[in-house]
């Protein structure tokens, strides 16, 4: 059984900057690539940034580009968000997800293993 831990949520003021961390528990899991994904209260989940892994191209939703940076570790099952410039919108219980198969990186459905999610509240 694959499991995510993330790690790395909190409170920042708005302008701030957090890192958010996520590593899989199997060192044998092999994924096409790792995201994350946001749910606000009161809303759906949503897609946040992701990267592939073959040739590490990088994918986000339009309202974080030029202030979050997905990037991976040195070992494969290792993904990290660094968050900058945050806003008050940002607040969310982020997610870290693995696709193991096909399917788009922005599609919820196309991921296979999901962590526990990470708060991230950030004050005005």
């Known amino acids: 059984q694959v499991q995510l831990v993330e790690s790395g949520g909190g409170l920042a003021q708005a302008g701030g900057s957090l890192r958010l961390s996520c590593a899989a528990s199997?060192?044998?899991?092999?994924?096409?690539?790792m995201g994350w994904f946001r749910q606000a209260p009161g809303k759906e989940r949503e897609f946040v940034a992701a990267?592939?892994?073959?040739?590490?191209?990088?994918y986000y939703t339009d309202s974080v580009k030029g202030r979050f940076t997905i990037s991976r570790g040195n070992a494969k099952n290792t993904v990290y968000l660094q968050m900058d410039s945050l806003k008050p919108e940002d607040t969310a219980v982020y997610y870290c997800?693995?696709?193991?198969?096909?399917?788009?990186?922005?599609?919820?459905?196309?991921?296979?293993?999901w962590g526990q999610g990470t708060q991230v509240t950030v004050s005005s």
């Open positions: 997800a693995a696709k193991v198969y096909g399917g788009t990186f922005y599609y919820t459905p196309s991921y296979d293993y």
């Open positions: 990267i592939r892994w073959f040739d590490g191209n990088t």
């Open positions: 199997a060192r044998t899991f092999s994924n096409s690539g």
